[in-house]
């Protein structure tokens, strides 16, 4: 079975440091491109980061650049998310999710597909 | 700074037709965004329903249907079922590894 499983959330007090893992089962993540998306309480999803399938390059969320960084360990076909200076509004549920793309018969195609459960990640005092 | 936009909510009756958009506050959406809309119930990850326009995911019914409708992408569910009662989201594809998600939209069969 394809699966992802995040792991890593917690209580954790503002200015603090979490770092999130991501594994991947049934499949070889290094395959995939990768985002993580968060989910605040009774809010919307925020896409967070991404990063490519080699880990040479990595993009992000105008709310978390500079405070959070994303890498990977193909060998280990793992996912990472360092997060430091968290605030309040960092609360939320984060998600691991693959990026699919391709082609077909006149047509490209680009998507987020594989999503793991989440983590809770909880930013207080 | 440009956000897309989604109906907060949204209403149907059974076996009725509705048509969900996903826009964008500066600019039009089209097929080079790569709209991708998730259906997603409480304390669940989202499912993909419909990814890159109008592809339709694998297990997904065929009365869920994407398009561009003008200016905005769409998701039209054709014969609403109850248990079609979820929140719904739409992303979008920004260029250079950027992603933009809609604020949702909360669909009500009834």
């Known amino acids: 079975e394809v699966q992802l499983v995040e792991s890593g959330g917690g209580l954790v007090q503002p200015g603090g440091s979490l770092r999130l893992s991501c594994t991947a089962s049934?499949?070889?993540?290094?395959?995939?491109?990768m985002n993580w998306v968060r989910q605040a309480p009774g809010k919307g999803l925020e896409w967070v980061s991404f990063?490519?399938?080699?880990?040479?390059?990595?993009f992000y969320a105008d709310s978390v650049k500079g405070r959070f960084t994303v890498s990977r360990d193909n060998a280990k076909n793992s996912l990472s998310l360092q997060m430091s200076s968290l605030r309040a509004e960092d609360t939320a549920v984060y998600y691991c999710?693959?990026?699919?793309?391709?082609?077909?018969?006149?047509?490209?195609?680009?998507?987020?597909?594989?999503w793991g459960k989440g983590t809770t990640v909880t930013v207080s005092s | 700074q440009t956000v897309v936009t989604q109906e907060p909510s949204f209403s149907v009756s059974p076996g009725g037709t509705v048509t969900l958009t996903c826009g964008l506050s500066s600019g039009s959406v089209s097929t080079s965004y790569y709209p991708t809309w998730y259906q997603q119930t409480p304390g669940q990850p989202p499912r993909t329903l419909i990814h890159?326009?109008?592809l339709r995911s694998s297990g997904v019914p065929d009365r869920f249907s994407g398009s561009i409708l003008g200016n905005k992408a769409a998701l039209t569910i054709t014969g609403a079922q109850a248990d079609d009662e979820s929140d719904y989201y739409c992303?979008?594809?920004?260029?250079?590894?950027?992603?933009?998600f809609g604020g949702g939209t909360r669909l009500t069969v009834l």
């Open positions: 999710v693959t990026i699919v793309y391709g082609s077909g018969n006149s047509y490209l195609y680009y998507y987020m597909d594989v």
């Open positions: 890159s326009t109008n």
């Open positions: 992303v979008l594809f920004m260029g250079s590894g950027t992603w933009m």
């Open positions: 049934g499949f070889t993540l290094s395959s995939y491109e």
């Open positions: 990063i490519t399938r080699s880990g040479d390059t990595m």
